[in-house]
């Protein structure tokens, strides 16, 4: 189906905006009935297609990402265990990991010489604790293939607020163009930090936390009833949306950075 679009606008038969239309809609791949990936989702609107992990059978995982591969030429995994690392050994040994995040639950597998474009965005990731940093590793993994620079602070924590400052000072000082606050138990660091910043803040409550409450909902009740403005909110443990919300709002500041400077040359 590409191809034959792709013919009829070089044969002047359709426009370039008719072939781009065209492409959005028939964008769905179908790999047997095993799954249905959306091969057309980064032209279409900008964010990538994550393969998840969780609850496939490894073999499956394996042609899912084959197929992804031959398509897109590139593969986010997330939620990976140690039984999918190791079924999709042979891949990464035949193509780049460009990406493996500390615990190796999220993964970006990339045919050689698949490179992504730099789009000027810049989003700063801050965790509360170190058990946070898988989920902000999710979102800083959707950044990276995003086109964006990403500045992290991990293990800052609300209970010693000292500890915000200098890892904040430095991303205001990079000029971030949003940040992502990732936190468990009462969540209250991304109430914190957004009465310090001018910029979009999105907060991310995770699962960590116990008794009362525990499991991630008081953490996202917090965020949700947080006094400071300028919070949007994921689910809990939603390091991809987050990471994606975060990239998009980065590289649409980062279009007007650019054009802002041609206008002014």
Do not use: W
């Given at each position: 189906m590409q191809r034959e679009i792709l013919e009829r606008l070089a044969k002047g038969e359709i426009s370039v905006d008719e072939a781009e239309q065209t492409l959005k809609v028939f964008a769905v791949e179908q790999i047997s009935e095993l799954a249905r990936l959306d091969v057309g989702r980064k032209i279409r609107h900008g964010v990538p297609e994550v393969v998840i992990a969780e609850g496939k059978n490894p073999k499956d995982l394996v042609r899912i990402v084959s197929e992804a591969l031959i398509h897109e030429g590139r593969v986010i995994i997330s939620r990976a265990a140690a039984e999918h690392i190791k079924a999709l050994k042979p891949i990464v040994e035949n193509n780049d990991l460009l990406y493996k995040s500390s615990n190796e639950s999220t993964v970006v597998i990339s045919r050689k010489g698949a490179g992504i474009r730099d789009t000027g965005g810049r989003v700063g990731i801050i965790t509360a604790g170190t058990s946070d940093i898988a989920v902000a590793e999710e979102a800083k993994a959707m950044a990276l293939e995003m086109g964006c620079d990403v500045i992290t602070a991990y293990d800052v924590g609300a209970?010693?607020?000292?500890?915000?400052?200098?890892?904040?000072?430095?991303?205001?000082?990079?000029?971030?163009?949003?940040?992502?606050?990732?936190?468990?138990?009462?969540?209250?660091?991304?109430?914190?930090?957004?009465?310090?910043?001018?910029?979009?803040?999105?907060?991310?409550?995770?699962?960590?936390?116990?008794?009362?409450?525990?499991?991630?909902?008081?953490?996202?009740?917090?965020?949700?009833?947080?006094?400071?403005?300028?919070?949007?909110?994921?689910?809990?443990?939603?390091?991809?949306?987050?990471?994606?919300?975060?990239?998009?709002?980065?590289?649409?500041?980062?279009?007007?950075?650019?054009?802002?400077?041609?206008?002014?040359?």
């Open positions: 209970a010693g607020v000292h500890r915000v400052f200098q890892p904040l000072s430095e991303m205001i000082k990079k000029d971030v163009d949003v940040i992502v606050v990732v936190a468990g138990r009462e969540g209250a660091l991304p109430t914190l930090i957004a009465g310090m910043v001018d910029v979009p803040l999105i907060a991310v409550p995770t699962s960590y936390g116990y008794g009362l409450g525990g499991k991630g909902v008081t953490a996202l009740m917090a965020m949700l009833q947080s006094c400071s403005l300028g919070i949007a909110v994921v689910n809990i443990d939603g390091g991809v949306p987050a990471g994606a919300v975060a990239a998009l709002i980065a590289n649409r500041v980062a279009r007007y950075r650019k054009d802002s400077k041609k206008r002014t040359h």
